[in-house]
């Protein structure tokens, strides 16, 4: 990513964006696969006694899903609120990298679905029950349960 200006005062409101095909080749690691501009809209403000840099991130992540195995994309817009060190501004300048991939990297999803209904795959035949139902028979029963359908009710009087 870039470095933000600083004006004067701290208190700077700033934009950037940048392809994520300019990006260092090691910035995400191979699980994470974002596709077209990252964009940073933030500010830095000084209230008195701390520095502040908080704003939005926008970008596109292409995943395969996890329960259908189908490729997908989506827009997600992360926030940001991070406390800064006067320290790490050099010639009026934020290097802001490392909390922008920082944030994106904490921010993924435990489990990436294409949809949040998603229906997953048939465990038996492997059809998308998204593109619509299979022919499997549904009546299995649970192995260990499959003792109790010998089990017979005994009247009581």
Known sequence: MRKVQIGRGFDTRFSVEESVADLPENFFS???NFVGNIKVD???VNDGSTLK???KIFCRKK???DRCLVQAEENQ???FDEEIDESEIADGLLDITELVRDTLIAAQPIQNLCKPDCKGLCPKCGQNLNEGE???DKSSVDPRLAALLNFKAVEQF
């Open 30 to 32: 191979d699980e994470e």
């Open 42 to 44: 933030g500010e830095i």
């Open 53 to 55: 840099i908080r704003g």
């Open 63 to 65: 995943f395969i899903c």
């Open 77 to 79: 817009v992360h926030e």
């Open 134 to 136: 299979c022919a499997c």
